[in-house]
């Protein structure tokens, strides 16, 4: 028997659109709020995007900066998370063109993609999905960082998002304004990247 959830059981979802409904009615005073519940999120986001504290930390003020001048905009139909990364990744990528942020690698992910290896993308294990023990290790963890951050934006944005930050396929294709096919695509061109870097650590059954 399936337990129901209480119908008065409020989700983060409806506790951040009730505050955005207060910010927009007048209570600017509110929207630090909104800022202490998300910060640490953007910071996190913004560190992996950027690989260095300097650039995330200007993500972070940026992102925000453009979520208090548009938060009128917000639907609330929408939820609030999805709409703040596509706000986060919208200026990451503008920043990136500017030029503002450290320059990204050259690596052409393409190659490791031949239509000759297309059931290798399907093959291609789950970074995140590894045992904890092997997450743990210290070694393993640089080595993981190091292969996120020389991936190409367009697949280190998707990686994050679907892997890190755990959204859904639709719900990266929406914050990205990709198509959801055009998502899957990238991901797995990423996480067969990844597997080839830290083929040392996963068994031969993975």
Not at 149 to 171: A, H, Q
Not at 190 to 196: G, I, M, Q
């Amino acid at each position: 028997m399936t337990a129901e959830t209480p119908p008065n059981r409020k989700t983060v979802s409806d506790d951040d659109t009730e505050l955005i409904r207060a910010i927009n009615a007048g209570h600017a005073e509110r929207f630090p709020e909104l800022v202490r519940r998300y910060e640490q999120k953007l910071y996190n986001f913004g560190r992996r995007m950027c690989r260095n504290e300097s650039d995330a930390e200007d993500l972070v003020q940026d992102t925000l900066l453009n979520v208090f001048r548009y938060l009128n905009d917000f639907r609330y139909e929408t939820k609030f998370k999805n709409w703040l990364y596509r706000v986060a990744a919208n200026t990451c990528l503008k920043k990136r063109r500017r030029s503002k942020f450290a320059p990204e690698p050259e690596l052409s992910l393409e190659e490791l993609a031949r239509p000759e290896e297309a059931e290798m993308l399907e093959q291609a294990p789950e970074w995140a999905r590894m045992p904890l023990e092997q997450l743990l290790n210290e070694e393993l963890l640089e080595t993981l960082n190091q292969a996120i951050w020389s991936l190409p934006e367009k697949y280190r944005i998707v990686m994050i998002l679907r892997d890190v930050e755990e959204f859904s396929t639709e719900e990266a294709a929406q914050i990205l304004n990709l198509s959801p096919a055009n998502v899957k695509v990238r991901l797995h061109r990423a996480r067969l990247f990844l597997r080839d870097r830290l083929r040392g650590y996963f068994s031969h059954d993975l």
